[in-house]
């Protein structure tokens, strides 16, 4: 009789699911991303995951927090959390502290036991302390920044700090870093453009695919795969030998253009400083007018390895 995970087995191979069945990941925070986050890496059937929140299910938590039911209002997040996951996999260690992180009870947590560690806290202490301790462990870190206001999911990305516009907590948090000498952090933001006066309000499936991209992003990156075909974002002033371009505006939804679509050879020199006239390759001049918005494009340059 096939297990719970045969179906996750036939996609990754024995070796995948073997990577995954070993990884430790610690979540802190479990409202409505984490909770999301948790339960996606315990469908995933890793060894063991650490859940760390303080906080209970309240009747306002129904619109997007996973575990928010009228039958468990008023119950801890993180053992309503852990007994869901127990009920998936009864092989999983779960972990629990019903606990704020902050600086008193930053000690409770040795970070080095954890292959990943993913942030979906609400302050802006808490993130920045964990993400200097993560940092001065060597453990990767993924931190989820605000998401109140927010609407449309599809606008939703992983990147480098450096890289966010529309967020005011991934400013501060930037800011803060930066003092501490801390430059490249891997974050989720949204580049969905809010009203000036924020509501402080949320719906259900902005949360939740937030919650499912972190998961995703830690199992690709525990497997290795993210490798195969690494993205980096860089301003307009580049020197670079590239085979596959894909062009994203700053203020529009996402364009890819695929390998088989792009008009150019593999190894194409670009050459370019900020200035669209000054692209050297007639083909890419004409993909960045067509696609140009008033100021700003974002290159996102993708390497496929060979």
């Given at each position: ?8 087995e036939?996609l ?12 430790r ?5 479990l ?12 469908r995933c059937g890793?060894a ?6 303080n ?10 927090q ?10 801890s ?13 009864e ?17 409770m ?6 292959d990943?560690i ?10 920045v ?15 989820c ?6 609407l ?9 700090i450096?890289?966010?516009?529309m967020c005011?907590?991934?400013?501060r948090i930037r800011?803060?870093l ?5 430059r490249?952090?891997?974050?989720l ?10 509501t ?5 499936f902005?949360?939740g695919?937030?919650?499912m991209l972190?998961?995703?992003?830690v199992?690709r990156e525990?497997?290795?795969?993210s ?7 860089w301003?307009?002033?580049l020197l670079?030998t590239?085979?596959?371009v894909?062009?994203i ?5 996402s364009?890819i253009?695929?390998?088989e ?16 006239r000054?692209?050297k390759?007639p ?9 140009r ?7 996102s340059?993708?390497?496929?390895c060979?």
């Amino acid at each position: 009789m096939p297990d719970a995970f045969s179906r996750m087995e036939m996609l990754l191979g024995d070796a995948g699911a073997d990577k995954l069945s070993r990884a430790r990941i610690a979540v802190f925070g479990l409202c409505g991303t984490g909770s999301f986050t948790a339960e996606a890496l315990a469908r995933c059937g890793v060894a063991s995951l650490t859940l760390v929140d303080n906080g209970t299910v309240s009747v306002t938590d129904i619109n997007r927090q996973l575990y928010a039911l009228r039958s468990t209002v008023g119950r801890s997040n993180v053992q309503i959390a852990k007994m869901r996951i127990r009920d998936i996999d009864e092989g999983i260690l779960v972990h629990t502290y019903e606990t704020f992180y902050n600086a008193e009870t930053a000690g409770m947590f040795d970070l080095k036991n954890y292959d990943y560690i993913i942030d979906t806290m609400n302050t802006v202490e808490s993130k920045v302390l964990l993400i200097e301790n993560a940092k001065a462990c060597g453990v990767p870190v993924i931190s989820c920044m605000d998401l109140e206001d927010k609407l449309n999911p599809s606008r939703l990305e992983i990147m480098d700090i450096s890289r966010s516009k529309m967020c005011p907590m991934a400013k501060r948090i930037r800011a803060e870093l930066r003092r501490k000498g801390i430059r490249r952090v891997k974050v989720l933001c949204s580049r969905e453009r809010t009203a000036d006066v924020q509501t402080h309000g949320s719906i259900s499936f902005v949360p939740g695919t937030a919650g499912m991209l972190l998961a995703g992003m830690v199992v690709r990156e525990l497997l290795g795969k993210s490798g195969s075909i690494s993205r980096m974002i860089w301003r307009l002033k580049l020197l670079s030998t590239v085979q596959c371009v894909s062009l994203i505006p700053a203020d529009a939804c996402s364009v890819i253009i695929s390998p088989e679509e792009m008009p150019i050879r593999a190894h194409v020199p670009i050459h370019a400083d900020g200035n669209m006239r000054s692209w050297k390759s007639p083909d890419l001049g004409n993909i960045c007018r067509y696609m140009r918005m008033k100021e700003a494009l974002i290159f996102s340059i993708q390497r496929i390895c060979a």
